[in-house]
């Protein structure tokens, strides 16, 4: 196990909880110290929510990179993409591995400097695009490496959202994140979602961009910066991409999807569906692929954690409600009584046994029956 620290991340954070949660899950690494916020009330209680020892939990993260050299064996760098940088800089030259949240930094030449102070500190450095570490989306490489596809022609990968375009549930105008508000040399959606769609690119066939056409416009409430993007893309070994991703696509939570075409067969992955991988053939047949009849990657234990039938999400859910557990308990335990939204008292186990003893007799007799 690896004693990890943060750097950001704070509970407010919209990734804070997220990177918690996933280096937590599978007992491959151990959060021991951070400087989650610069808001100091902020930083300690996420430090207090996250089990690290108060004195741990630092005001400054050089404080951190000082302190903690023997003691972390990584450092996550969870802040926005226009302090990283600096930070993966300090953090290297400190002598930690890094993990940075995507994307790396705001520009090319920001990312040339990164990139030699990796080697000339001979660190390490990976940045986290977490959506290559679905099961399918990895047994779709190997098909494609394969060749069951046969010579990949096309691919469409799109990302829509609607953030910046959809009215919050009281009816006012949504609040980006601050550092969502200003545009660099890139765009900070292409920073955001777009570096997603390349990373899937180069993950999934190999392939690097060779020329490209795009489409920038600014749809939703906030047009000082761009908010959608549309790309036609030529990468090495003549595949041709198309690219969308957006922040102002109505009906969109994260529409995340991917279509490969080849010479064979085709084949594509939605994120909303993500336990499946579907298949087209030249003989017009349809396979759809999930991790119970995948023999190779998608079987992998790694890939497991709970058994087929319960997708991706399950272990989220279960998370969920030991968070409801908590709260009726902590209410019991000070109110000496419980009336949680979420959790369903014994009265409801025992209509369940009633509704199903119920219907075992209603099924042997062929009739209706009340409950």
């Avoid at 053939?281 to 709970?306: C, I, M, P, T, W």
Wanted: net charge negative; aromatic share 10%.
């Amino acid at each position: 196990m690896y004693r990890i620290g943060f750097i950001g991340g704070g509970i407010n954070s919209a990734i804070g909880r997220s990177h918690f949660i996933a280096s937590q899950m599978d007992g491959k690494f151990k959060l021991e110290a951070g400087a989650f916020s610069r808001n100091q009330e902020i930083n300690h209680k996420t430090g207090e929510e996250f089990m690290v020892a108060s004195d741990r939990v630092y005001d400054d993260y050089h404080k951190l990179l000082e302190r903690e050299k023997g003691k972390l064996d990584v450092i996550a760098i969870l802040t926005p993409t226009d302090t990283h940088e600096v930070m993966v800089e300090e953090c290297l030259k400190a002598g930690f591995p890094v993990i940075c949240e995507k994307s790396l930094c705001t520009s090319y030449e920001s990312a040339l400097k990164i990139k030699k102070n990796v080697e000339d500190t001979k660190g390490f450095l990976c940045v986290t695009y977490n959506y290559t570490g679905y099961p399918m989306v990895r047994v779709l490489r190997d098909k494609i490496k394969a060749g069951d596809l046969g010579k990949v022609t096309n691919i469409i990968v799109e990302m829509p959202q609607e953030g910046f375009t959809r009215y919050t549930l009281d009816g006012n105008q949504p609040k980006p994140q601050n550092w969502r508000m200003t545009d660099y040399e890139i765009p900070t959606i292409s920073l955001d979602l777009g570096t997603h769609l390349h990373n899937m690119m180069a993950f999934l066939t190999g392939a690097a961009p060779k020329e490209i056409v795009a489409r920038e416009s600014s749809f939703g409430f906030f047009p000082q910066v761009i908010d959608d993007v549309l790309c036609m893309i030529n990468y090495t070994d003549d595949i041709a991409a198309q690219m969308w991703f957006s922040k102002a696509a109505l009906g969109n939570r994260n529409g995340l999807r991917i279509r490969v075409f080849g010479t064979k067969a085709s084949a594509e992955w939605y994120q909303a569906e993500p336990e499946t991988l579907k298949l087209n053939d030249k003989n017009g047949h349809v396979l759809l692929l999930d991790r119970s009849n995948d023999k190779a990657e998608g079987q992998q234990a790694r890939y497991n954690r709970f058994k087929v039938g319960h997708p991706s999400g399950f272990i989220e859910a279960y998370a969920n409600y030991y968070w409801d557990i908590y709260d009726a308990l902590t209410e019991y335990l000070t109110k000496g009584e419980e009336a949680s939204h979420y959790l369903m008292n014994i009265d409801t186990s025992i209509e369940g046994l009633k509704l199903f003893e119920v219907a075992h007799r209603s099924a042997k007799e062929h009739k209706w029956m009340p409950v």
